[in-house]
């Protein structure tokens, strides 16, 4: 069974850093591109950052590029998010997701989720 | 950047309706789209995935349909469980983007 869980959340002054894990297990972690999205209170989602299967690519969006970190260690089946400079706009429920399971070798849009982690944004 | 316009923002609908939600594309995404349900405090559940491609176990009644810059979800008889808030992605390009959502509230 696929399964992803994460850890890391919390309460964090303006400025302050923090750092998001995702441990993947049920499938070979190493074989997909893994992302992370964000959903403030009562708000959409929002594509937050992307890291290639072999970690060589990563990608941000323009709101955190600059402050934001992706990382993988696939010999440890864990993706990592290293939050800095963070503001109260960050605040919202992150979530690591798969990109995967629609064949071909297409992009695929993201086929699981982690139960995603708060993190607030606040002094 | 791509712009996805979803509509409507909600809706209210009875048990056994029709419901057809729409995504319009800024530029064409061939068939780079996937519609997601997501339920409150949960996360997010892929329905449909290469614009019309049923994800494993979601029920028939869900189906999308459309290429290029036009796209819909249809459930062809709503259900107590569908009460729900939907979302259309685009991921043709990065940064891949959402639609803004579509609640469909019971009438």
């Known amino acids: 069974e696929v399964q992803l869980v994460e850890s890391g959340g919390g309460l964090v002054q303006p400025g302050g850093s923090l750092r998001l894990s995702c441990a993947a297990s049920?499938?070979?972690?190493?074989?997909?591109?893994m992302h992370w999205v964000r959903q403030a209170p009562g708000k959409g989602l929002v594509w937050v950052s992307r890291i290639s299967s072999d970690g060589s690519s990563p990608a941000y969006a323009d709101s955190v590029k600059g402050r934001f970190s992706v990382s993988r260690d696939n010999a440890k089946d864990t993706l990592s998010l290293q939050m800095n400079s963070l503001r109260p706009e960050d605040t919202a429920v992150y979530y690591c997701?798969?990109?995967?399971?629609?064949?071909?070798?297409?992009?695929?849009?993201?086929?699981?989720w982690s139960q995603g982690t708060l993190v607030t944004v606040s002094s | 950047d791509i712009q996805m316009t979803q509509s409507p923002s909600s809706l209210s609908a009875s048990v056994g309706d029709r419901v057809t939600i729409t995504c319009r594309a800024s530029q064409d995404i061939r068939d780079y789209l996937g519609w997601y349900q997501q339920k409150p405090g949960k996360a997010p559940k892929r329905l449909i995935y290469a614009a019309s491609s049923l994800q494993s176990g979601v029920p028939s009644r869900f189906s999308g349909s459309g290429s290029g810059t036009e796209f819909t979800l249809t459930v062809s008889s709503l259900q107590p469980e569908d009460f729900a808030t939907y979302y259309c992605?685009?991921?043709?390009?990065?940064?891949?983007?959402f639609g803004q959502g579509t609640k469909v509230e019971i009438k």
């Open positions: 997701a798969r990109a995967g399971g629609c064949g071909g070798g297409r992009s695929c849009p993201f086929d699981y």
């Open positions: 992605l685009q991921h043709n390009s990065y940064p891949w983007t």
């Open positions: 049920g499938f070979t972690f190493s074989d997909y591109w």
